[in-house]
């Protein structure tokens, strides 16, 4: 599967900025598609992710509320819609899969897209 991210940019806090990655190179129908995210010095943590045939999406407590997730099944993107940004959310936003139900580790997906930036101005 190759994973090719886009959007991110700069923003002021409470805005809003969506953030997407494009998916080819195989049939999702039982992946597990997901975003993470990486702060300077920080370790990359799981942000949302949601299995491709049903929907079913899962948030960290952080972004719940704010931040959805979707995709499209027809053009093979996935979405990640971010409102009511907050500075703590700046980071790097990797797009990622892995073949089976969601996960919440990193070691756990087995393809990555390159990251999108994304800055929140306070």
């Known amino acids: 599967v190759q994973l090719q991210a886009s959007g991110g940019g700069l923003v002021q806090a409470g805005g809003s900025l969506g953030v997407s990655c494009a998916a080819s190179?195989?049939?999702?129908?039982?992946?597990?598609m997901g975003w993470f995210r990486q702060a300077p010095g920080k370790e990359r943590e799981f942000v949302a992710a949601?299995?491709?045939?049903?929907?079913?999406?899962h948030y960290v407590d952080s972004v719940k509320g704010r931040f959805t997730i979707s995709r499209d099944i027809d053009k093979n993107i996935m979405y990640l819609q971010m409102n009511n940004l907050k500075p703590e959310d700046t980071a790097l936003y990797y797009c990622t899969a892995r073949r089976g139900p969601y996960s919440e580790h990193v070691s756990e997906y087995n393809y990555w897209g390159q990251g999108t930036l994304v800055t929140v101005s306070s």
């Open positions: 190179g195989r049939t999702l129908s039982n992946y597990a």
């Open positions: 949601i299995h491709w045939s049903g929907g079913i999406a």
